[in-house]
């Protein structure tokens, strides 16, 4: 399933390579889907935010958020959260599409959540990292980091990883909600961090791949690629994957 900036949600079928259906929004569409039981949920350009059958592309429901999302959902039981720049983090029930809470940061909010422990936490244009009870979307701490934060938290072993537009990223106690070390970049950050053992890996100064350590922020190794990187790197099997400007996805091993 893939949105488009033709304003539709696609499914394809990853064996025949063929269309299955499509389904058409009113704006277009910046966020990866996610995918749940007999639904595919996702955000679009035109303030709504939809639930789409997996089976034949009809629409199951569609709530109006007052404001374009442009950031991926997720999906826990039975709630989807997601962002609006409306300023609003929302969860909304998956089955009806009624709402369950929501919750204004300062300023419009275009990352992902992430979700531990029973809390959730977003980062907004207002330059704070909020921590909400996942339940009830009530405030347990912000933390204000003093710069547009557009990077998705990417949270494990107690510590959420954010990084903001001053060229920072910072690591947070998720219980407290205090700093735990902090490292500068002489760039603005607007990718998302990955963590993978013990590691936490970025993109910063436009060609640039640095390795830290996550307990520590200290410095494991950095990658001048020579092209500017274009995407958050991802994680799997051993492997890190990144895109760029070029037109190309490189692997790391």
């Not at 949920?41 to 034949?56: E, K, L, Q, R, T």
């Not at 629409?59 to 300023?87: H, I, Q, R």
């Not at 907004?124 to 701490?141: N, V």
């Not at 690629?225 to 492997?239: C, E």
């Amino acid at each position: 399933y893939v949105g488009c900036m033709d304003c539709n949600l696609y499914a394809l079928d990853i064996n025949a390579i063929c269309l299955r259906w499509k389904y058409k929004t009113d704006g277009i569409i910046t966020s990866s889907p996610a995918v749940q039981g007999e639904a595919v949920y996702i955000g679009s350009y035109d303030s709504y935010f939809y639930a789409i059958d997996v089976n034949g592309g009809r629409l199951k429901w569609k709530f109006n958020c007052g404001g374009t999302v442009m950031a991926s959902p997720v999906v826990l039981e039975n709630t989807v959260y997601f962002a609006s720049l409306d300023s609003h983090l929302y969860a909304v029930d998956v089955e009806g599409g009624e709402l369950r809470w929501k919750f204004k940061t300062g300023y419009s909010i275009s990352s992902s959540p992430a979700i531990s422990e029973g809390k959730i936490f977003i980062g907004s244009y207002d330059g704070s990292l909020y921590c909400l009870d996942i339940t009830t979307g009530q405030l347990i701490w912000a933390l204000n980091t003093a710069a547009t934060i557009s990077s998705n938290p990417v949270i494990t072993a107690g510590i959420v990883y954010i990084g903001i537009h001053s060229g920072n990223i910072i690591a947070v106690d998720i219980s407290s909600g205090k700093p735990v070390w902090k490292y500068s970049t002489n760039d603005d950050f607007h990718n998302s961090p990955a963590v993978s053992g013990g590691k936490i890996y970025f993109c910063a100064e436009k060609t640039k791949l640095f390795v830290l350590d996550s307990r520590t922020g200290q410095v494991d190794g950095c990658i001048d690629t020579g092209v500017v990187l274009a995407s958050s790197p991802t994680i799997s099997d051993g492997y890190l994957f990144i895109g760029t400007v070029d037109g190309f996805i490189y692997s790391f091993k």
